[in-house]
């Protein structure tokens, strides 16, 4: 039977459907191996599944004796009662996610930005959507309003259709990965300001996530702190020193 | 509009009617009583995120787009 690596358990199953063409509701997935992230880098274990196709029986499955790549200790894999729960309300939220991406794709085009999405989805609690299109400065909007309220929209749309605590990224063109980068050197410039002038120094607002950066890149400076003001669209960080 | 119809419980009672005042194209938008909290959320912030987007559009001449939810109040 083959077996299927990923580093969450998603994308092992995600490899798996793609090689073998199957469709998740015709398959039949059996999770070897829950990914473990190890120690330092150390230990490490991709997630392991296998997938067959559902109309083959699976009496002898059940019995299958495990092979382990690093020859740890394997977890008993019981065949029905763990794995059946856990997988349908997966597979509701996968469905869901489909259907926001419709969703996304309709408010785009009202919005008159034709952009091809592309959703990945690598655990059951983010969903990651990279819409690729010519007109991404309107897509993101001045200061990102647009794409951040996109974002918001995108989880509001998941919480009324019953999938909570998800946490969705709206990205294009990798702009989230540039603003990560235009930010570090944001918090390097404020931590070097705070430091010589031993003011506090408030910054723009910026969304949750982005906020959530700033907090944790200041953490490595012994003598300064950091807290948010303010209320959600306009709430800021400022950095101060302890 | 596509925006607000997937977010309520009974999209078809969700309406735009627009209307033009000297400074504004004014979109009124209605639905159905007990979905006018799912449009405006926990303190607002539905109804921020939809007016960002909505403002965000691009309108020809000098009117600004301004978006009212009507409370039925």
Partial sequence: MPKYKGDTLAAAIENG???LQLDRKNAQIKILQQPQPGFWGLFKKPAQVEIKRQAVSNAQQATLPEQQP??????????????????????KNYAVVHDLATYLQNVLDQLGITATLKVAMPTSKYVYIDCQTDKEGLLIGKHGRTINALQQLCEFYLNNHGVNYVEVTVDTADYRARRRVILSDLVRKTARDVQMSGQPVHLDAMPAAERKQVHSEIEVYDDLMTYSIGNDPNREVVVAPR | MTIVKPLVKFPDEVNIRHRESPEFHEFILSTNPKDVGRVIGKHGRVAQTVRALVYSVHVQDDKRVKLIINDGK
């Fill in chain 1, 17 to 19: 459907l793609t090689a």
């Fill in chain 1, 70 to 91: 690093e020859g740890e200790a394997a977890q008993p894999v019981t065949q029905r009662p763990a794995a059946t729960r856990p997988q349908t309300r997966f597979d």
